[in-house]
């Protein structure tokens, strides 16, 4: 049984709209501007820590000795 979301695909472009409108009302705040910055930053350090992470754990998973 099949069941369609209510006001696809419009619904889509709205949430897009809301998150942008989210991103910019915390640019206007000098203390919320300061978490805006820092995420990106915060996310590629995740990213790498991860990479690491998995690389070393594989590694150890195929090393016997």
């Given at each position: 049984?099949?069941?369609?979301?209510?006001?696809?695909?419009?619904?889509?472009?709205?949430?897009?709209?809301?998150?942008?409108f989210?991103?910019v009302?915390?640019?206007?705040?000098s203390?919320t501007?300061?978490?805006?910055?820092?995420?990106p930053?915060w996310?590629?350090?995740?990213v790498?820590?991860?990479?690491?992470i998995?690389?070393?754990?594989?590694?150890?998973?195929w090393?016997?000795?």
């Amino acid at each position: 049984m099949k069941k369609k979301m209510p006001f696809a695909p419009y619904i889509n472009w709205v949430v897009l709209a809301f998150f942008a409108f989210v991103i910019v009302v915390l640019g206007f705040s000098s203390d919320t501007r300061i978490a805006l910055v820092f995420t990106p930053i915060w996310f590629v350090m995740l990213v790498i820590a991860y990479r690491i992470i998995k690389r070393t754990a594989s590694n150890r998973l195929w090393n016997f000795s």
